[in-house]
């Protein structure tokens, strides 16, 4: 039987890893699954290129493992991790992006993610990264590493945490600037912008724009009014 001649292909007691790949760039979408399935041990059973199709695979599919972009179509970034956490509190999730930043990085270890892969990195990376945190093991790209390191032992309060853009976004948020004006201020997109707001709120501990300018006041990070 089929089933037969699969597992004989990996070797007695010997399952695939299951996997979805959500990354809103079909080239990079496309390229990532070529990879993978191209291991004996992997099996990719979905994509989704947003957070609420991501969801949708989640909850049809059951996967082991989830590569996610931190930016996908609705630019979820770390509130999808938090959402993805709640919901799937088994699921192993590898960040895999182009970001490779402290703030990116150490919101994504705070949200509870299994591994972090940097885009650019060699294909046996990503492939090492799977096969370690499918076990239950924890795995970080080589060339993020000191970073985070360095990054952890300051501790640093979460105020303190936030990179320059980031405060810069938030002193708009306390004029009560809207995403697309911050956007053409700062010469980035909305998609940006969100992203940047939904790493302030992570890190201020705030569930919203309003709270996060409050927090942000009352710690003295910006200051509200003439």
Avoid: W
Avoid at 63 to 69: A, F, I
Avoid at 79 to 99: G, M, N, Q, S
Avoid at 153 to 174: A, M, W
Avoid at 180 to 195: F, G, N, W
């Amino acid at each position: 039987m089929g089933t037969a001649a699969s597992q004989s292909t990996l070797g007695v007691g010997e399952l695939s890893t299951t996997i979805i790949v959500a990354d809103d760039h079909p080239v990079v979408r496309f390229g990532v699954i070529s990879l993978l399935d191209a291991q004996p041990d992997f099996k990719v059973i979905g994509e989704a290129d947003s957070c609420a199709k991501l969801l949708d695979r989640l909850a049809a599919l059951d996967p082991e493992v989830v590569l996610l972009d931190l930016e996908l179509g609705d630019a979820c970034g770390t509130e999808a991790l938090a959402t993805l956490r709640k919901h799937y509190p088994d699921l192993k999730i590898i960040v895999f992006t182009a970001h490779d930043d402290d703030a990116h990085v150490l919101d994504a270890i705070t949200a509870g993610v299994q591994g972090y892969v940097v885009k650019g990195s060699a294909n046996e990376t990503l492939s090492d990264a799977i096969r370690v945190v499918s076990r239950g093991g924890s795995f970080l790209d080589a060339s993020i590493t000191p970073k985070v390191i360095s990054q952890l032992s300051r501790k640093t309060p979460e105020g303190d945490r936030l990179t320059n853009r980031e405060h810069v976004v938030l002193t708009y948020l306390g004029t009560g600037s809207r995403n697309k004006d911050i956007a053409k201020k700062l010469d980035i997109t909305e998609r940006t912008v969100k992203y940047h707001i939904s790493s302030i709120l992570a890190k201020l501990g705030a569930q919203n724009r309003t709270q996060a300018v409050q927090i942000a006041a009352t710690r003295g990070l910006i200051k509200i009014g003439a």
